[in-house]
């Protein structure tokens, strides 16, 4: 397995901070586990701001004739949890997670949005070491191509799943199943019920993504197109 250092160096970022960029891969349940006084949340904080900042920023150079309205919902596909969790993927940074998945009993849906979370964290331990023209660097090598390729990330799964429950006459309906976090960094965990049968379930930063991934999960089942 690569080493954090050698990944560092293959980005091309040349760093005298270390510990930074260590910190942003310690999910909470192993700092508690390990006694640690650092995890990823206050860095996941700040490259959330940097992120949609410097993608609106983008976007807003490229699309010169779209208006507000547009530009929200191009930025919103590229930085949504989904697209996160690719870019993170597509990296290698879910490889150098710290998470005590046992003793917290995280299923597949946390992981995946830990890996989000952790993209984010490490693109704000990019801008406290190396500023933002470096951060932005970082998103020009390896994101932007995204938003000229035009990939789409977001499909609004639980309009479709609507659709199917007005046509079929029967409900649909979401429940919060946990939330957990600080309060300005929460993560949801939401069930979709369909005719009253739970279907799916979803995790994410806020109601609306964790229902639209249940939603999604529940539209797989049924075999929707």
């Known amino acids: 397995m690569i080493e954090l250092e050698d990944f560092l160096e293959k980005l091309g970022i040349i760093t005298n901070n270390m510990g ?4 942003a891969f310690i999910h909470s349940s192993y700092s508690t586990t390990h006694g640690l006084e650092h995890d990823y949340e206050r860095l996941e904080f700040l490259g959330d ?5 410097l993608v609106a920023d983008y976007i807003f150079h490229k699309y010169p004739n779209y208006g ?4 929200t919902k191009m930025r919103a596909n590229y930085v949504c949890q989904s697209a996160l969790i690719y870019y993170s993927k597509q990296l290698g940074l879910d490889k150098f997670i710290k998470i005590s998945t046992e003793e917290h009993n995280m299923g597949h849906n946390d992981v995946l949005s830990i890996s989000a979370d952790v993209f984010e964290s490490f693109l704000g331990a990019i801008y406290i070491d190396q500023g933002i023209e470096k951060a932005r660097e970082y998103l020009e090598n390896n994101i932007f191509k995204y938003i000229d390729m035009g990939k789409i990330f977001f499909y609004d799964y639980k309009s479709i799943i609507k659709e199917y ?18 309060s300005h960094d929460k993560t949801f965990v939401i069930q979709i019920l369909v005719n ?22 529940a539209i797989e089942y049924l075999n929707i197109n």
Do not use: C, R, W
């Open 20 to 23: 930074i960029y260590e910190i």
């Open 49 to 53: 701001s940097v992120l949609n900042m």
């Open 68 to 71: 507000e309205g547009n530009l």
């Open 165 to 182: 429950g007005d046509a079929q006459e029967i409900p649909v309906s979401y429940e919060t199943i946990n939330e957990y976090g600080v």
């Open 196 to 217: 009253g049968h739970p279907l799916g379930m979803g995790t994410g930063k806020n109601k609306k993504e964790a229902e639209q991934l249940a939603a999604q999960q």
